[in-house]
């Protein structure tokens, strides 16, 4: 029986060779080349002006609410259903992140949720687009507008979705980037910055330089305390390699999707999904049981386990974890994680193993 793992990244000879130039020839005055291709190209695949590539996406996030100016006493809105790299960076920067329920079919963050948190010290929206989901973008923009308040997109999860002709990181304020290795298209570890706004584009740019401003003539001058959040060149070039095959690259998703969605079609469950004008990269394809209908998540995962297969569950609330107050009142994050998990997917996942999964998850719904 081979062995199902639950995500691993698609690498062909082309990142083979970008990487091998990288390191061969990728120093002294070519130290850049592939880091300022990668984020010229991920932005014009996204239509948006900048973008910065970092470390991380926790990095990414970090540099643009420090840009913002999110700062001690700010309140940050975010969905309690997220991972925990979402909600972090706010406690770097000492404001309070203020966790808020989600929707039940797109398990992104609730607009009526957030209108009703909205306090005189809200600064900021984190709409996180979870599991390839798009969260409802313009109920969002709608109240941020309208509260002056900043709206960000984290889209790590979204590279390959599309809301209404824009692409997942596009359209608010800036959107935020990973390619970890779990991620649709990798680097290993690796974030990206996009903003359409040239304020906080030379921002993140100076904050990311150690608070050195482009413009200082002086050599070693830093202005303000700031950050080094940087990708490697040698990153960058597995970066460009799999930006040329992007469209490759979603495409497997969706079919692994796909799959599964004809697979488990007659069941009682909910999948990640689709809405008219958009459209869903499927980076995790993930199974809600309905509410009432017997399962229990963790002999699922067992069964799994004992069928050589690698489980993934649904995130948690991230109030549950210890470093926050649990709230119960988010009724729908609560409610999801005993009832979910996230699917295997790869690149060259077979239909024989996803039956392998389909038929364990028919089994564990009873
Ligand atoms: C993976 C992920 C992150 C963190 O990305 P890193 O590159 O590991 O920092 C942030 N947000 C979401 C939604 C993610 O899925």
């Known amino acids: 029986m081979t062995r199902i793992q639950y995500t691993k990244p698609s ?39 900048h973008a910065i590539a970092t470390s991380s996406c926790t990095g990414a996030l970090h540099l643009g609410l420090a840009a913002a100016g999110i700062g001690a ?27 808020v329920d989600v929707l039940p079919d797109t398990w992104c963050i609730d607009p009526a949720a957030v209108e009703a948190a909205i306090t005189p ?35 790590a999860e979204a590279f390959g979705s599309i809301y209404h ?6 359209v608010a304020d800036f959107g935020i980037f990973s390619f970890h290795g779990t991620k649709t298209l990798t680097t290993g570890e690796g974030g990206l910055f996009v903003t359409s706004r040239p304020d906080l584009y030379q921002k993140v740019l100076t904050l990311n330089a150690h608070g050195r401003d482009s413009s200082q003539t002086k050599q070693f001058w830093s202005d303000v305390i700031g950050y080094k959040y940087k990708m490697s060149n040698l990153q960058a070039a597995i970066g460009c390699a799999q930006l ?54 963790d002999a699922l995962l067992d069964a799994f386990k ?8 649904f995130f948690w609330p991230v109030s549950m974890l210890p470093m926050f107050e649990d709230k119960p009142e988010n009724k729908v994050s609560y409610s999801l994680y005993p009832r979910a998990v996230n699917l295997p997917t790869y690149h060259d996942l077979t239909e024989e193993e996803m039956q392998r999964v389909a038929a364990l998850i028919r089994s564990a719904i009873g």
């Open 11 to 49: 690498i062909t000879d082309l990142e083979v060779e970008f990487a091998t130039d990288a390191a061969r020839n990728g120093w002294g005055s070519a130290c850049y080349a592939y880091i300022e291709r990668f984020e010229r190209e991920f932005a014009a695949f996204l239509g948006v002006p």
């Open 73 to 99: 006493g700010d309140e940050v809105i975010v969905a309690d259903t997220n991972w925990i790299a979402s909600v972090a960076p706010i406690t770097y920067l000492n404001a309070t992140p203020v966790f």
């Open 121 to 155: 010290r809200t600064k900021a929206i984190i709409a996180v687009h979870l599991y390839g989901n798009l969260a409802d973008l313009n109920a969002l923009k709608v109240i941020a507008d309208r509260h002056d308040l900043l709206l960000i997109e984290d889209a």
């Open 165 to 170: 002709g824009q692409r997942a990181g596009s």
């Open 244 to 297: 040329q095959r992007a469209d490759e690259l979603i495409a497997g998703k969706r079919r692994v999707f796909e799959t599964y969605s004809r697979l488990l079609a007659d069941l009682p469950i909910r999948m990640n999904p689709e809405p008219e004008g958009c459209v869903n990269g499927y980076w995790m394809p993930t199974v809600v049981v309905d509410e009432g209908v017997a399962f229990d998540r």
């Open 306 to 313: 004992a069928n050589q297969i690698d489980g993934r569950v």
